[in-house]
């Protein structure tokens, strides 16, 4: 560590403090990744974490029912095949507690948490200009200094409740799902209101439903939502996993969503109406989010598209037994997988229980919240808990919260208003040594989380390396390099139907945020590549810089 005197916004000298090599901010699965890896590198590196352990999106979003979409055998590390070999998964699709059973395992096997701060959240990031160095304040007043800044911080971190009137009146329990508590929580009994049905609402639900009295869904957009064919693994199974994981993770490494699925090798318009269904069908019996990828065209070609839509609203009609109740889930108003395509488990079928009523927010809003419930245009809905599953301030929100100030007067807010600009997602012109990670401008929430996170870290890392090697002590994106990445990210969506969903992906869930696609959708392998040219290049688009001068 170096001793440095760092400098506020204004000039001012700051008192003394060590300088590290990197800060991290969050431990979840990119922030434990970053410190273990940089740790292994020899580097100077700290972690500062909100929660009071490891695990960030599997460790505060722990509500009933809580699944990962992506399988468990690829949605786990790749840095270690001795790590790979020890751990065996149950099911198919894990838990939210096996998942974190598998963090905390990665947290202890590597010693990770004894590099973190816990109950620490960073409150303010300023960069010092004169020294180079990024100084964090956390919200108990501590500052940690260091030459790198990672943001690792979360694509879906930052809760949003509805600003519904009266929200704060209800007098019986409110849980969200994205904080739930950590001790149980006893619904039996209980009537139960739930507002949100996105996935954490759809994977809650049915398990909500089989505790409480009566569970109420307060329904304002309908979303779609294939079924997770869930199933415990067995000893062949695990035999065969191991036998396959190093091909499957080859295969990963450089796919479309970052594992090793496919899509049909025909679009959906070449191929004959019995084939498509067949291959749907196929799909659906799969199960879950990778429906929206059963033909190549079916995100790109509204022809394509319609055919996936209507074959999953014939399954929905099929499954639940009230034509009304069936209608009302069917979404009228975006193509199929524009909104993430939720995997769910019995969500259907819930709605044909006697204790479970839809409440059709578009044909009958909440006018209040009251001590007692919820009241609508039409109806009374008396309750003794409220679940909250109403979404995050996604790709941006965890950054903005902590706004970080770069040079030369640069604020993240003030830079982002008119949507986020990025370069690769992981740069940010005007914040020099500033990681971003699974953020916006990255294919992130569009890929497998752990694969991404490992090549963020891994790419992030080089870049800190060569500075370090070269007695650099400045890298910032260029922001014409930044410009153009950003363009090219939005004529890649445009040629999608993405853009016609209001959508998190677009920042259509949060009043007054400027509406532009976030992620990065032109597959995560050809990311990839892209990364590994501009790195190879010497990290092409970035100005690297000395306090001499530059390079
Ligand atoms: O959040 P969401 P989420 N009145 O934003 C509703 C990942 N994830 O936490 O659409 C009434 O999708 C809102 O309605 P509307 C996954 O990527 C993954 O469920 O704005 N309703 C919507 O229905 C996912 O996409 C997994 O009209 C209100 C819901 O709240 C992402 O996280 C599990 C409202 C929010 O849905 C986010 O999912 C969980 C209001 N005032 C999450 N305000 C898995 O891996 C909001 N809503 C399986």
Same mark, same amino acid.
């Given at each position: 560590?170096?001793? &440095?005197?760092?400098?506020?916004?204004?000039? /001012?000298?700051? +008192?003394?403090?060590?300088?590290?090599? #990197?800060?991290?901010?969050?431990?979840?699965?990119?922030?434990?990744?970053?410190?273990?890896?940089?740790?292994?590198?020899?580097?100077?590196?700290?972690?500062?974490?909100?929660?009071?352990? !490891?695990?960030?999106?599997?460790?505060?979003?722990?509500?009933?029912?809580?699944?990962?979409?992506?399988?468990?055998?690829?949605?786990?590390?790749?840095?270690?095949?001795?790590?790979?070999?020890?751990?065996?998964?149950?099911?198919?699709?894990?838990?939210?507690?096996?998942?974190?059973?598998?963090?905390?395992?990665?947290?202890?096997?590597?010693?990770?948490?004894?590099?973190?701060?816990?109950?620490?959240?960073?409150?303010?990031?300023?960069?010092?200009?004169?020294?180079?160095?990024?100084?964090?304040?956390?919200?108990?007043?501590?500052?940690?200094?260091?030459?790198?800044?990672?943001?690792?911080?979360?694509?879906?971190?930052?809760?949003?409740?509805?600003?519904?009137?009266?929200?704060?009146?209800?007098?019986?329990?409110?849980?969200?799902?994205?904080?739930?508590?950590?001790?149980?929580?006893?619904?039996?009994?209980?009537? !139960?209101?739930?507002?949100?049905?996105?996935?954490?609402?759809? $994977?809650?639900?049915?398990?909500?439903?089989? $505790?409480?009295?009566?569970?109420?869904?307060?329904?304002?957009?309908?979303?779609?939502?294939? =079924?997770?064919?869930?199933?415990?693994?067995?000893?062949?199974?695990?035999? *065969?996993?191991?036998?396959?994981?190093?091909?499957?993770?080859?295969?990963?490494?450089?796919?479309?969503?970052?594992?090793?699925?496919?899509?049909?090798?025909?679009?959906?318009?070449?191929?004959?109406?019995?084939?498509?269904?067949?291959?749907?069908?196929?799909?659906?019996?799969?199960?879950?989010?990778?429906?929206?990828?059963?033909? =190549?065209?079916?995100?790109?070609?509204?022809?394509?598209?319609?055919?996936?839509?209507? @074959?999953?609203?014939?399954?929905?009609?099929?499954?639940?037994?009230?034509?009304?109740?069936?209608?009302?889930?069917? =979404? *009228?108003?975006?193509?199929?997988?524009? *909104?993430?395509?939720?995997?769910?488990?019995?969500?259907?079928?819930?709605?044909?229980?006697?204790?479970?009523?839809?409440?059709?927010?578009?044909?009958?809003?909440?006018?209040?919240?009251?001590?007692?419930?919820?009241?609508?245009?039409?109806?009374?809905?008396?309750?003794?808990?409220?679940? @909250?599953?109403?979404?995050?301030?996604?790709? &941006?929100?965890? #950054?903005?919260?902590?706004?970080?100030?770069?040079?030369?007067?640069?604020? #993240? +807010?003030?830079?982002?208003?008119?949507?986020?600009?990025?370069?690769?997602?992981?740069?940010? =012109?005007?914040?020099?040594?500033?990681?971003?990670?699974?953020?916006?401008?990255?294919?992130?929430?569009?890929?497998?989380?752990?694969?991404?996170?490992?090549?963020?870290?891994?790419?992030?890392?080089?870049?800190?390396?060569?500075?370090?090697?070269?007695?650099?002590? &400045?890298?910032?994106?260029?922001?014409?390099?930044?410009? *153009?990445? %950003?363009?090219?990210?939005?004529?890649?969506?445009?040629? %999608?139907?993405?853009?016609?969903?209001?959508?998190?992906?677009?920042?259509? /869930?949060?009043?007054?945020?400027?509406?532009?696609?976030?992620?990065?959708?032109?597959?995560?392998?050809? @990311?990839?590549?892209?990364?590994?040219?501009?790195?190879?290049?010497? @990290?092409?688009?970035? !100005?690297?810089?000395?306090?001499?001068?530059? $390079?």
């Amino acid at each position: 560590m170096n001793p &440095t005197s760092a400098h506020d916004q204004e000039g /001012n000298q700051m +008192s003394a403090a060590p300088t590290r090599d #990197l800060l991290v901010v969050g431990a979840g699965i990119a922030g434990m990744y970053a410190v273990h890896k940089a740790t292994e590198s020899g580097l100077d590196v700290l972690g500062l974490e909100a929660g009071s352990d !490891v695990g960030g999106t599997w460790y505060f979003n722990r509500y009933p029912g809580a699944r990962c979409d992506v399988e468990s055998v690829d949605y786990s590390y790749s840095f270690d095949r001795e790590l790979e070999k020890e751990w065996q998964w149950s099911e198919r699709f894990a838990t939210q507690a096996e998942i974190w059973s598998y963090l905390d395992h990665v947290a202890d096997r590597y010693r990770i948490r004894e590099r973190f701060l816990f109950d620490t959240r960073v409150a303010d990031a300023v960069f010092d200009e004169a020294t180079s160095t990024w100084s964090v304040t956390t919200e108990a007043g501590e500052t940690h200094r260091a030459k790198f800044l990672m943001m690792a911080t979360g694509s879906l971190s930052e809760p949003i409740k509805p600003r519904l009137a009266g929200v704060d009146s209800f007098a019986g329990e409110t849980y969200f799902t994205a904080m739930w508590p950590h001790e149980p929580v006893d619904l039996t009994g209980k009537r !139960v209101g739930l507002i949100g049905t996105g996935s954490s609402g759809i $994977q809650a639900a049915p398990i909500v439903a089989r $505790q409480a009295r009566s569970l109420t869904i307060f329904q304002r957009t309908a979303n779609y939502t294939v =079924p997770a064919p869930n199933r415990v693994f067995t000893e062949e199974d695990q035999r *065969k996993i191991q036998e396959e994981y190093p091909h499957r993770r080859e295969v990963s490494a450089y796919a479309a969503a970052a594992s090793p699925h496919v899509s049909h090798t025909k679009k959906a318009t070449e191929v004959d109406a019995e084939e498509r269904r067949a291959a749907f069908e196929a799909r659906w019996a799969e199960g879950g989010v990778l429906f929206s990828k059963t033909f =190549p065209d079916q995100s790109s070609d509204i022809v394509a598209n319609d055919y996936a839509r209507e @074959f999953a609203e014939q399954k929905i009609r099929e499954i639940v037994q009230d034509p009304q109740v069936a209608d009302d889930l069917i =979404p *009228k108003d975006y193509p199929i997988g524009t *909104k993430r395509i939720v995997t769910d488990s019995g969500y259907y079928e819930m709605f044909n229980r006697d204790n479970v009523e839809l409440v059709n927010l578009r044909r009958d809003p909440i006018t209040e919240v009251t001590d007692w419930g919820i009241k609508t245009e039409q109806g009374s809905y008396e309750l003794d808990v409220i679940i @909250f599953a109403t979404g995050f301030d996604a790709l &941006t929100g965890a #950054l903005t919260r902590i706004d970080p100030k770069g040079a030369r007067g640069a604020r #993240l +807010s003030d830079v982002w208003a008119d949507g986020p600009v990025t370069y690769l997602g992981m740069g940010i =012109p005007g914040f020099p040594n500033l990681f971003s990670i699974s953020g916006p401008g990255a294919p992130g929430v569009l890929a497998n989380m752990m694969t991404h996170s490992e090549q963020q870290v891994d790419w992030c890392l080089a870049l800190l390396q060569t500075c370090h090697e070269q007695g650099i002590d &400045t890298a910032e994106p260029r922001q014409d390099a930044a410009e *153009k990445w %950003t363009e090219h990210l939005e004529e890649v969506a445009s040629k %999608t139907l993405f853009v016609r969903a209001a959508s998190w992906y677009m920042g259509a /869930n949060i009043e007054g945020k400027k509406q532009t696609f976030m992620p990065y959708i032109g597959g995560f392998g050809t @990311f990839r590549k892209m990364c590994d040219d501009v790195r190879d290049a010497g @990290f092409e688009g970035y !100005v690297l810089t000395t306090n001499g001068g530059g $390079q």
